[in-house]
């Protein structure tokens, strides 16, 4: 599975982006997607996940509420809808898939959970 991220930019402080994250090479339409992000200096680390149909979803603590996973299986992309945006969300977000697993749950918060990954795209939220 190839994976291209887009979407990132700069952007204010309260202002919105919508990444998407489209899946080549093979359906991704039965699969756990993860969007993932770094900051200068940090580890990796995990943003939201989205089960094959969209029916479960989960984020971490400091984004829930602003930021929604989404996905079209039939366009075989993921969105991250980012609202209300705050500077330390500044970061090169990643796309990945668990493709190991069919129809697996949301409870995929690790990078070695997922084994395809996307280039990264870079949000900048000014103060």
């Known amino acids: 599975v190839q994976l291209q991220a887009s979407g990132g930019g700069l952007v204010q402080a309260g202002g919105s982006l919508r990444l998407s994250c489209a899946a080549s090479?093979?359906?991704?339409?039965?699969?756990?997607m993860g969007w993932f992000r770094q900051a200068p200096g940090t580890e990796r680390a995990f943003v939201a996940a989205?089960?094959?149909?969209?029916?479960?979803?989960d984020y971490a603590s400091s984004v829930k509420g602003r930021l929604t996973i989404s996905r079209d299986n039939a366009k075989n992309t993921v969105y991250l809808q980012m609202n209300s945006l705050k500077p330390e969300d500044t970061a090169v977000y990643y796309c990945?898939?668990?493709?190991?697993?069919?129809?697996?749950?949301?409870?995929?918060?690790?990078?070695?959970?997922?084994?395809?990954w996307g280039q990264g795209t870079q949000v900048t939220v000014s103060s």
């Open positions: 990945a898939a668990d493709s190991q697993w069919e129809f697996g749950s949301t409870n995929r918060f690790r990078e070695e959970d997922y084994d395809s």
């Open positions: 989205i089960n094959w149909n969209g029916g479960s979803k």
């Open positions: 090479g093979r359906a991704v339409s039965r699969y756990v």
